[in-house]
Structures are given as structure tokens and as C-alpha cells.
């Protein structure tokens, strides 16, 4: 077993029973990037209430030789860290999980050190972890798929053709992903709410979220190269929570015949702590069975190529500050896994970088309260949401904060990934 997942062990920082509540256990430790108190940006982890500043350890010699020259913390993205690969990313999370055990001195008992390199996470500010070159939008949940596919096309058309032999996706907007907290501009645009009359221009009425989770790129591959589906999880750095907000009635007029554009590239939110794969290894479960069984390229290597993450998506409104939930859905019902995205997304010979997003498409489980976007929850507006304060939803309306949370329940432990977090506000 991997160490740094062995439940007993505990951080001096997470002392009693704050080991086993909060969602940054020692056995967790995301990545993160984080401007300090002072304004200066830098990379690190959480811990329990706290955020670590790599900087500063590498800074005092306390991180392994790696093959890289330092600085390689000091920086504003993750991108130079993350293109290292899977060993030197297990060997610098196996010396922090070092330094932050209740058993070692080092770091405990440096006052002057801990002072520099520890911060309250409430005293810091979240940055966007990656310089993002390219983002990837699959459509990999067959429950969300079919919903949208009946709505539009019926029950007996509603996966295409091609759905279950490959995972379709499209090329989004990597300039518009925004860190948790980013205010959601309500877009304007051409749509054509009568299908007997000309387009009219103004602000949508229809802005959405989609419940995703995503992956960082961790080191890419050459053009011309296609990852083989059996090594594409080396390729994979930490996992984080996305909010596509889409503007269903802009894409609903636009998207024939090439797919979504402006209905999708005004925003995507993401959670700011990157979760890596070595934390998620215990929490590793069976994907759902293939049928028709894929392709060779896209044949996994494994039967367990997903993760059992739970997943729920709170909202909040100007006259409704208690957040009332709106789906709980759960990672590891999504039909298409992350290493065959990967296998598929590169098999031409397409070239992924250190710090590309790939987003799973919205997650939908099979029973109405676990939909992962209004468009299912209200059915395209045939059964409004009610809220408890007696209001209604069909879309989000300005004033309207989305929350999505992600958490592996373990049996000591729980892995979370925080929160990705987003108000509407009006256009203009
Ligand atoms: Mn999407």
C-alpha cells in the first residue's frame, strides 16, 4: 500500500478529530496556487485549515532533487511541476506528507519556518492552478446524453449513432476558465425563441450550470503521437470540479451543424485545489460494463478505471440565502473513463500539453435528483424547480450562486476537492 494514504497516519496540523471531518486530510494534499498575505503568488498544498507554501520549502532545501532547476514552486501555475511526470510528483508528495506527520520535528517545531511557509486558508487567495493552453468538453454520461437526446430528439433517437462506440466531445474555450468565486456575467447573444419570426439579439434567458468534474494534463505527448489508452493515466496530474455554464437557448439556435460556440465560451468555473490520482487510488472503482464493447484503442486495461466520488450542487438566491440542494450525482457513473478521453482525444496524432483541462461533460445519474443541469432538473422547463421559499426555477436567474462540492467518503477519512463556486449577474 501507498503510504501516504495509510489512514492511521495523521498531520500535527489536523489534530483529533479534525483528521477525519475536513476535506483536506493528510492523505489528501492538493495542489494548489495561491497569492500569499503579501500579493505574491506561489504554489502549495492544503492541509486541514491551512495552505503550505512550496516556495518556501524548497526555498529552505527541504524538497528532493528533482530534475528541473528551481525555482520550480515559486511560480503562478503548476505547469512546469506537472510536466515532470508521476515520479517526481510521488516524491514530492511523499516528503510533505513527511514534514506534515504529528511524528516528525522538522517543520513542527521551526516556528520561524512554519510562520513563512503556513498560512490560514482563509488569508490567502485562490489563483487558477494551471496557465490552461487547451480545454476539452467530453459528453461522457449516457444518463445525460439520453435525457437531452429524448428532450430534443424523442426517446428512440435519443444517443446518436456514434455515441456508444466513441466519447464525443468538443473544443471549448481555455481563456474563459475562471476560478471558484469568478462572478458569472449573463451573456447576450442571437437566439430564436420563435421559430416562425426572424433572430433577436439580447441577454440570455436561459443561462445554466453543468455538474463536470476535470482533469489536469500532466506531461503531454508529441504531435504525431498518440498516448496508448494503457498508459494514459501517467499522463494525468489531479482532478478538479467544473461548472460549464452554458446558455441553453443561445446554443440551442447555434449549435447545428458544429457544435456549441458562444452558448458555452462566456465561462467555466473550476475548484481551485487539484486532487491527485495517488489520493484518489482508494477510492478507485469499477466503470459501468461497455456494450458494444469499444474499439481496441479505447479498450480499457482495467475494469476499475474510475473513482467513487459523491458529488451535490447547492444553490442560493437573493431572497434564499440557505442553500437548498439541487442534485446529488456521482463521478463514477460516467460511461466513457478518463483514460479512454485521453486515448481517443490523441489517437489522431493530436498533441496535449502540461496544463490542458479535459471536463467530463455534465453528470447525470439514472433517478431525477441526480441530473447535473437545470435543462434535466426542470425537464426544459415542463417541471420548474420549486424552492423552498416558494419561488420557482426553470433557469438560473440573476442574483443565483451555484455551489458544487465533490468528496470520497472514506472509511477513516475523506478526500474532498472543496468547492467551485459562481454568481450570475446581469449583463451590461
Ligand atoms: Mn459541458
Redesign the pocket.
Known amino acids: 500500500m501507498d503510504w501516504t494514504v495509510d489512514p492511521q497516519r495523521r498531520s500535527f496540523l489536523t489534530p483529533g478529530e479534525q483528521a477525519s471531518h475536513t476535506p483536506f486530510p493528510l492523505q489528501n494534499l492538493p495542489w494548489g496556487v495561491f497569492r500569499r498575505p503579501d500579493g505574491s503568488p506561489t504554489c502549495g498544498v492544503a492541509i486541514g485549515e491551512w495552505a503550505l507554501d512550496l516556495g518556501e520549502l524548497e526555498a529552505a532545501g527541504l524538497l528532493p532533487e528533482l530534475d528541473h532547476p528551481s525555482p520550480l514552486f515559486r511560480r503562478s501555475s503548476l505547469n512546469r511541476f506537472a510536466s515532470l511526470g508521476p515520479d517526481s510528483w510521488r516524491k514530492v508528495r511523499e516528503r510533505i506528507s513527511e514534514l506534515l506527520g504529528d511524528d516528525e520535528a522538522r517543520l513542527r517545531d521551526d516556528h520561524e519556518l512554519r510562520h513563512r511557509a503556513l498560512f490560514r486558508r482563509t488569508d490567502i487567495q485562490m489563483q487558477l492552478p494551471f496557465e490552461i493552453g487547451d480545454y476539452t468538453?467530453f459528453?461522457s454520461s449516457r444518463e445525460h446524453a439520453t435525457n437531452v437526446g429524448t428532450m430534443f430528439r424523442g426517446p428512440d433517437n435519443a444517443l446518436q449513432p456514434n455515441w456508444l462506440h466513441l466519447p464525443v466531445a468538443y473544443h471549448g474555450r481555455a481563456s474563459s476558465v475562471v476560478v471558484s468565486g469568478t462572478p458569472i456575467r449573463r451573456p447576450q447573444g442571437q437566439t430564436r425563441p420563435d421559430p416562425d419570426a426572424p433572430p433577436i439579439f439580447g441577454p440570455s434567458k436561459a443561462v445554466d450550470f453543468?455538474l463536470?468534474m476535470g482533469a489536469f494534463i500532466g506531461p503531454g505527448n508529441s504531435l504525431g503521437e498518440p498516448i496508448p489508452i494503457d498508459r494514459a493515466e501517467s499522463h494525468l496530474f489531479g482532478m478538479v470540479i467544473v461548472n460549464?455554464w452554458?446558455a441553453r437557448d443561445i446554443q440551442r439556435w447555434e449549435y447545428v451543424p458544429l457544435g456549441p460556440f458562444l452558448a458555452?465560451n462566456f465561462a467555466t468555473s473550476i475548484s481551485p485545489w487539484v486532487v491527485s490520482f495517488d489520493a484518489l487510488e482508494p477510492f478507485r472503482c469499477n466503470s459501468p460494463v461497455q456494450d458494444p464493447e469499444p474499439l481496441e484503442y479505447l479498450k480499457s486495461p482495467r475494469p476499475d478505471a474510475t473513482f467513487d466520488i459523491e458529488l451535490q450542487v447547492d444553490i442560493t438566491t437573493s431572497s434564499l440565502p440557505q442553500p437548498t440542494t439541487l442534485c446529488r450525482s456521482n463521478f463514477r457513473y460516467l460511461y466513457w473513463s478518463l483514460a479512454q478521453q485521453v486515448a481517443h482525444h490523441t489517437v489522431t496524432g493530436c498533441n496535449l500539453r502540461p496544463g490542458d483541462l479535459i471536463?467530463s461533460?455534465?453528470i447525470s445519474g439514472s433517478t431525477p435528483d441526480s441530473f447535473g443541469s437545470m435543462l434535466e432538473l426542470a425537464w426544459k422547463g415542463d417541471r420548474p424547480i420549486e424552492l423552498p421559499d416558494g419561488s420557482t426555477r426553470t433557469m438560473l436567474q440573476d442574483g443565483d450562486t451555484i455551489t458544487m462540492s465533490a468528496t470520497c467518503h472514506g472509511k477513516y477519512y475523506r478526500v474532498g476537492f472543496g468547492e467551485v463556486s459562481g454568481t450570475v449577474v446581469p449583463c451590461g
Open positions: 468538453d459528453y453543468e463536470e460549464d452554458s458555452k471536463a461533460g455534465t
